[in-house]
């Protein structure tokens, strides 16, 4: 089971942005399909982008799509989120969770694994 996790979070402006990392540890990222989840304060979690272990499918939620971007460095065994123009609704804690095999077309049922979280504020 492959250990994750996630930097990169912090205090932002509105309007600016992040790049959030998902490192694996120990083993292997190379066979899980990535996905990224955001849980804003108040508010139960909810992925918003995935990218399938050879980066063939993306995926990425409606209210980020154009904003957000997901990819994978299999060498680096490194997943990453860039974020730009970030909004105050944007803030809370970003998950990275793994799953071996998993297509990017639903985020429901188990992932292999998870990460602990890295918090994303957003001044306006």
């Known amino acids: 089971q492959v250990q994750l996790v996630e930097s990169g979070g912090g205090l932002v402006q509105s309007g600016g942005s992040l790049r959030l990392s998902c490192a694996a540890s120990?083993?292997?990222?190379?066979?899980?399909?990535i996905g990224w989840f955001h849980q804003a304060p108040g508010k139960g979690r909810k992925g918003i982008a995935c990218?399938?272990?050879?980066?063939?499918?993306?995926y990425l939620e409606d209210s980020v799509k154009g904003r957000f971007a997901i990819s994978r460095d299999n060498a680096k065994n490194t997943a990453y989120l860039d974020m730009n123009n970030l909004k105050p609704e944007d803030a809370g804690t970003y998950s990275c969770?793994?799953?071996?095999?998993?297509?990017?077309?639903?985020?429901?049922?188990?992932?292999?694994?998870w990460g602990q979280g890295t918090q994303v504020t957003v001044s306006s």
């Open positions: 969770a793994g799953d071996r095999g998993r297509l990017c077309s639903t985020f429901s049922g188990s992932w292999d694994s």
């Open positions: 120990e083993w292997t990222l190379e066979h899980y399909t």
């Open positions: 990218i399938t272990s050879n980066s063939r499918t993306t």
